[in-house]
C-alpha cells in the first residue's frame, strides 16, 4: 500500500502541475488588477520550481509561518519547462522568483535578460562556480545524479556500479530514462558525456557514440518521473538514471528501489535560485531568496527533503545522516559546465534527431 501511496503521489504531482497551470492562466487578470495584496489582505510570492510538493508545500507552509502577511503561491514543473515558462513571460512576468534547476539552464536565461542582479546574505559561503559573477543566480543545493535499480529483481551486486556498466548486454531493453529533453537532470548526465569527450578527444564524435551504445540499450524514454518510477516498481524496466532526492523520498515511502553513486564520478549539479527580471514583487521575492538560503531553511530543506546544501560553511555534523553518508560516497566527476551551458542545446537537438530511438 505503501509503495502505491507514494506512486499515486508522484501521479498527482504530475495531474496538479495541469491544475496549476489552468489556475495561473485564470489567475493572471487577478495578479494583474491586485498586483500588491491578495483577497485576503496578504501579499502573494510566486514560484516557479521543478521542486516537487515535498520540498514546496515544506517552504511555503514555514515561511507563511514567519512571514503571516506573504502568500506563497508555486508552480512545480520540469526545469526545461520553468525556463521555456519564465522566456514566455518575459514581457509581462508573473513569477517572483525562479526556484530550482541546474545552473546550465539559469545561464541561458542570463543570455536571454530573464534574471535581475540580487546578491543574498549568503552568498560569499558558496564557491566560486556555485554563483554567477555578477548575481544573476545563485546555486542553493547540489543535485546528485545517481544510477537508480529495483532491489527486488537485481542484488546490489548485480546492479551497475559505473556509466559503463549501464552497456552491458545484460542490461539490454532493461533500461528507461527520463526525456532528456525536458529534465535538467538528464541533459547534465547526457552534457557530462558529451563535454568529457571534447576534453579527452577534442569533439563529441566518442560522446555521441556512447549516447548511441546507451540508446540500443534503452526500452523506453518517459515523460515525467512519475512515470519512471511506476515502470521501475512494476519491473517493466529495472535500471535508470535519475537523481538522489527522488530515491530517498521513494525509499522513505517503501519503494522497492536503491541506488548507487557511479564510481568513475557524479556530475554535481549547481541547483540555483535567481530573481526574476521585472517580478510584480521583488522586495518580498528577494526577502524569500535570502531566507530560502540561510542556515535554517537549508538545514531544514536536508533534513525534511533530502536536499543536499550548496554552502560551505555549515558543519557536517550538523547534517542529516543520510546527507553525511552521501557527502562521504560521491565522486564528483570532472565536468565542464561553461561549454555544456553554451553547447548543451544544440547536443541536445543532435542526440533528438539522430540517436533518439534508433537502437
Not at 215 to 229: C, E, G, H, I, S
Not at 241 to 256: C, K, N, S, V
Not at 260 to 287: C, M, R, Y
Amino acid at each position: 500500500m505503501r509503495i502505491a501511496e507514494s506512486i499515486r503521489q508522484l501521479v498527482v504531482r504530475q495531474l496538479d502541475e495541469t491544475r496549476w497551470m489552468t489556475f495561473f492562466r485564470a489567475s493572471v487578470w487577478l495578479l494583474l488588477l491586485a498586483p500588491v495584496g491578495c483577497g485576503d489582505g496578504r501579499t502573494p510570492l510566486v514560484l516557479y520550481s521543478p521542486h516537487g510538493r515535498d520540498l514546496l508545500e515544506l517552504m511555503e507552509r514555514t515561511y507563511e509561518g514567519e512571514r503571516p502577511e506573504i502568500d506563497v503561491r508555486w508552480l512545480d514543473m520540469g526545469s526545461q519547462e520553468v525556463y521555456d515558462r519564465i522566456r514566455s513571460e518575459s514581457v509581462n512576468p508573473q513569477a517572483d522568483v525562479w526556484f530550482g534547476g541546474p545552473d546550465t539552464i539559469f545561464s541561458r536565461g542570463v543570455e536571454d535578460g530573464l534574471l535581475e542582479p540580487f546578491a543574498p546574505t549568503w552568498a560569499d559561503s558558496l564557491p566560486p562556480a556555485s554563483r554567477h559573477p555578477d548575481q544573476l543566480y545563485h546555486g542553493l543545493y547540489e543535485a546528485v545524479p545517481i544510477l537508480v535499480y529495483n532491489s527486488e529483481a537485481l542484488s546490489a551486486e548485480a546492479a551497475p556500479a559505473d556509466w559503463e556498466d549501464l552497456l552491458d548486454e545484460r542490461f539490454k531493453d532493461e533500461i528507461i530514462i527520463r526525456d532528456p529533453l525536458a529534465s535538467g537532470t538528464m541533459r547534465s548526465a547526457f552534457g557530462m558525456v558529451l563535454s568529457q569527450s571534447v576534453s579527452e578527444t577534442g569533439d563529441t564524435a566518442a560522446g555521441f557514440e556512447w549516447l548511441a551504445s546507451l540508446d540500443r540499450q534503452t526500452k523506453d524514454y518517459v515523460v515525467n518521473p512519475a512515470m519512471l518510477f511506476e515502470k521501475l516498481i512494476r519491473q517493466e524496466g529495472l535500471v535508470s538514471i535519475w537523481e538522489l532526492t527522488d530515491l530517498l523520498f521513494l525509499q522513505q515511502r517503501g519503494a522497492p528501489l536503491d541506488y548507487k553513486f557511479p564510481t568513475s564520478g557524479t556530475p554535481i549539479i549547481n541547483d540555483s535560485i535567481g530573481l526574476v527580471k521585472g517580478s510584480p514583487h521583488q522586495a518580498e521575492a528577494k526577502a524569500f531568496i535570502d531566507w530560502v538560503g540561510s542556515r535554517e531553511a537549508l538545514l531544514l530543506a536536508a533534513q525534511e527533503a533530502f536536499r543536499l546544501p550548496a554552502r560551505v560553511d555549515l558543519p557536517r555534523e550538523e547534517l542529516p545522516e543520510w546527507a553525511q553518508e552521501a557527502l562521504d560516497e560521491i565522486v564528483p566527476a570532472e565536468v565542464d559546465w561553461q561549454l555544456i551551458a553554451a553547447d548543451g542545446n544544440q547536443w541536445m537537438s543532435h542526440w533528438d534527431r539522430a540517436i533518439r530511438g534508433r537502437g
